[in-house]
């Protein structure tokens, strides 16, 4: 409710203020402002004033005329600074005596309305010669119109083309260039002089992108400049990843509603904290009437249309409205014409007296009328009075962009009409070049190929194709301490071409709405920050998304990154997945706590192993020691003792040669035990069931074939060793799979099924001693160790049947832990069920290690 009273009672002091100058007698608006007697004229059309068309909506409010209410005419100082640029320009070329000598040049101006009702009205006066248009009817025939130059708006400038292409008369549109007017086969007698600019949407990406402005809403007025400015920015805002909250399309024809239709509810769109605004004075003023000022306040608004110069002078009035845009941003292409600031500056009140227009703005501005033309109540100008001594700026002081192409415009055309009298003074030398013999279609030709460089250094050419170099200042909204607003340059955006572009700006400088403490956001969704990636969500625009945590292994280093990237084989991510680190090199050392507890397990059995081996020396002649094979026994300690030590191969930083030498080791070591083990075996057997005479045992115990036992075994195996070495050895392997953050060193087995068969071999040899002491179990002699092999055997079965699926079931460094651990546990438990009990009897049982004393006590017994 709040917000309409605030559009209803905005829209009430403006409609007063219009209606002050409604009164005046509208033949006043239709009259030319100026004609000089020159013997050539141009056309102008200039919208010094216009037409505000108001809705029948808003007459319950007011008890008035309709006609008052609803045709207001009201005047728009700031375009008078055309009329005064046309003054300019044509006083100029008059003054020059290499440009059109001995010719004068004049102008005709007629105002142009922005209603699109009346957008002939001035046309067609223009052709008729008199304030009453009747068409196809000239009234005064001795004025030699040969162009006209039009066009502040692209709908006004192809409109009158229609009119004026009948008669091929020549129009140089001073409005933005449009590349819908560029048509040459609709439009073959319009020349726009503002060449194709496709810098300004440029500059507002820029802009947008650099402070990551991503959800954004666009106002652009209703008509052909504003649609192709909103499909060009939102072309570049697709490929640039930025959105369109919202686009607002505002009238251009001012009629007014007090209803809710067409409000932006910036509630919704809290998020949108930077809008584009693209538009004139009457867009800009009919934007904050329609939505109200508290709901514009608050907001980053970015002024893209570049002539919207009047900024400033509007700016040094209290104005609320102008007070609302503070923080915001204005893209500016201050022209500079020279000389014309000094001309400005110099005017004075009775400089153009047969000027309508020129009498009203003094009257307007300075409240006194110039002394030829006062009347009523008016008091006179004092004769010093100039724009020069206006303490404050105000609009026609601001030179702008279209004013710089109206000077470009007119001389333009005094240099196409210069060579074309030229060309005629040849062709016919003793006519006079100021007669009617020039027509406006022998124009063309010349405005076609016209190309000269103006007194600023600006090449000026028709040439739509030619590349320009575009500069445009970006100016910050500022308020002082008294609510005065004012401009401040904070930065600029070059244009040399499509791809030499810059844009540069200094944050310092910049003051945003005092609800912000810094460079505001202006996104959908909160960007993604490195070690997260952006998911898309369907039915939604691609501002709008989802942020979800990099997988495993993957990490994203950049803002907003689309695909998590995986890190190399040699590194990880780290814990907020937004880098890569290197991975550290490790294996099965003797640093580590494992390796080191392997390491003295191994040494310990191995110390042991040779204690027991000292003391089977020692007491080598007992009856103990010679009953089980001294040489055997020492033959089997010996390879005990390498197999203990050959797990050190297994420990430490592998290379080629301990890969190799792992397995080579341990088959032999292990085959030289298992054979002996088996050769023992077998000599008990033998022993014992050789008592026999003629027995065929008996010969072979006698004959010592044994022996050959442990030399086969190990032939056997060093078959296998070879196959296994010639086909698939082992190699080092770098495991960076297995652990995120290591790379393990392990030696690779290289062919599976060798590594298996070496096993089965000696698995074998195993079972084949625990069979032959499980039949030598029974054997009469205490000192018969069948019992001891037979559980050595099973020791030594049980830690490798375990070993084999304990060992698929694991990985890396326990691989090889796992490994070090079965050669230590399946070799400590020969040690410990073969030669502990001897070394019981033999150190702590010294009666019971000779021979007599079990003869003793089986006599006893008996």
């Known amino acids: 409710m709040s917000i309409s009273l ?20 509208c033949s006043e608006y239709r009259m030319s402002s100026t004609f000089m007697k020159t013997d050539i004229i141009l056309g102008a059309f200039i919208p010094i004033y216009i037409t505000v068309e108001l809705s029948q909506v808003t007459k319950i409010f007011f008890d008035s005329k309709p006609d008052l209410l609803f045709n207001i005419t009201t005047e728009r100082w700031e375009n008078y600074q055309y009329l005064l640029t046309f003054y300019f320009a044509i006083e100029e070329i008059n003054k020059d005596s290499h440009l059109l000598p001995n010719v004068t040049l004049g102008f005709h101006m007629y105002n142009t309305f922005d209603s699109h009702k009346r957008t002939l009205e001035g046309p067609l006066m223009w052709l008729s010669g008199s304030s009453e248009f009747i068409v196809n009817y000239k009234f005064k025939t001795q004025y030699n119109a040969l162009g006209i130059i039009a066009g502040i708006r692209p709908e006004f400038s192809a409109a009158i083309e229609t009119l004026l292409g009948l008669y091929k008369i020549p129009q140089v549109t001073y409005g933005m260039f449009d590349s819908f007017l560029s048509d040459k086969d609709t439009f073959p007698c319009l020349y726009q002089i503002s060449h194709k600019d496709t810098a300004l949407t440029q500059g507002v990406i820029s802009l947008l992108l650099h402070f990551g402005w991503k959800w954004v809403g666009i106002f652009v007025s209703d008509d052909l400049k504003g649609k192709e400015f909103l499909s060009d920015l939102k072309a570049e805002m697709v490929s640039e990843g930025i959105c369109v909250a919202f686009t607002k399309i505002i009238p251009t024809n001012w009629k007014f509603q007090l209803s809710v239709i067409g409000l932006v509810n910036f509630i919704q769109y809290i ?165 009617d013999w020039l027509l406006p279609w022998q124009l063309h030709p010349f405005l076609r190929k016209i190309q000269f460089t103006n007194t600023a250094g600006d090449q000026i050419c028709f040439d739509e194709s030619k590349n320009h170099m575009e500069n445009y200042d970006i100016q910050n909204i500022r308020r002082n301490a008294n609510h005065f607003s004012f401009l401040v340059k904070v930065g600029e955006f070059v244009s040399k071409s499509l791809q030499d572009q810059g844009l540069f700006i200094n944050e310092v400088l910049i003051k945003w709405p005092s609800n912000f403490n810094q460079s505001p956001q202006s996104v959908c969704t909160q960007s993604c920050v490195p070690g997260f990636w952006k998911i898309l969500e369907e039915e939604r625009p691609i501002c709008c998304f989802s942020c979800m945590v990099c997988p495993e292994g993957h990490i994203s280093n950049q803002t907003d990154q689309k695909e998590c990237i995986s890190c190399p084989i040699q590194k990880y991510p780290n814990p907020e997945r937004n880098n890569c680190l290197q991975k550290s090199v490790t294996f099965l050392s003797f640093d580590d706590f494992l390796g080191m507890a392997l390491a003295c397990t ?95 045992i008996r010969r072979l115990f006698v004959s010592g074939i044994y022996n050959s036992v442990i030399p086969i075994c190990i032939l056997i195996q060093l078959i296998l060793l070879g196959v296994w070495l010639g086909t698939s050895p082992p190699y080092i392997e770098a495991d960076a799979h297995s652990e995120h953050d290591h790379i393990i060193i ?63 079931s694991t990985k890396d460094k326990a691989m090889v832990s796992l490994e070090v651990f079965s050669i230590l546990a399946s070799t400590a438990g020969l040690l410990g069920c073969i030669f502990f009990p001897k070394c019981y009897i033999i150190l702590l049982r010294p009666d019971k290690k000779y021979l007599k004393c079990f003869k003793n006590k089986r006599h006893s017994q008996k």
Not at 385 to 411: G, H, P, R
Not at 608 to 619: A, E, N, Q, Y
Not at 624 to 641: H, Q
Not at 750 to 769: E, M, R
């Open 746 to 808: 392990l030696c690779n087995k290289g062919s599976v099924t060798a590594f298996y068969c070496v096993l089965a071999y000696l698995g074998t040899l195993a079972i084949g001693s625990f069979t032959v002491a499980f039949l030598a179990r029974n054997l009469p002699d205490r000192f018969n160790e069948a019992k001891f092999l037979i559980f050595s055997m099973l020791v030594f079965c049980s830690v490798w049947v375990t070993f084999l699926p304990v060992y698929h």
């Open 602 to 696: 191994a040494l310990c059995l191995s110390v042991s192993t040779v204690v027991v081996f000292g003391i089977f020396l020692k007491h080598q002649d007992s009856p103990i020691v010679k009953a089980n094979n001294r040489t055997l026994s020492f033959i089997l300690l010996i390879s005990l003792l390498l197999c203990f030590l050959c797990s050190f191969l297994f420990i430490g930083q592998p290379n080629t040669a301990s890969c190799v030498l792992q397995q080579i080791t341990f088959a032999l070591v292990f085959t030289l035990a298992l054979s002996t083990v088996l050769t023992k075996t077998i000599i008990v057997i033998l022993a014992f069931r050789a008592t026999a005479p003629g027995r065929t």
């Open 271 to 435: 998020q949108v904290n930077v809008n584009v605004f693209y538009g004139d004075m009457n867009e800009l003023e009919l934007l904050c009437i329609q939505n109200g000022i508290m709901s514009i306040r608050g907001k980053v608004w970015i002024m893209a249309k570049p002539h919207l110069v009047y900024l400033e002078s509007d700016f040094n009035k209290p104005n609320e409205l102008m007070n609302s845009f503070e923080g915001s941003f204005s893209f500016s292409k201050k022209r500079n014409i020279p000389g014309f600031k000094y001309f400005l500056e110099s005017l004075t009140p009775s400089q153009y007296p047969g000027d309508l227009y020129f009498h009203k703005f003094w009257v307007n501005n300075f409240y006194c009328s110039p002394p030829l033309l006062l009347s009523g109540n008016e008091k006179p100008c004092p004769l010093n009075l100039s724009l020069k001594n206006k303490q404050e700026k105000i609009a026609v002081m601001v030179t702008s962009d279209l004013s710089f192409s109206i000077w470009n415009a007119v001389y333009a055309v005094a240099h196409a009409l210069h060579k074309a009298l030229l060309k005629k003074t040849e062709i016919a030398p003793h006519k006079d070049a100021n007669q």
């Open 6 to 25: 605030v559009h209803f009672f905005l829209f009430l002091q403006y409609l007063f203020t219009l209606a002050e100058t409604s009164q005046r007698d």
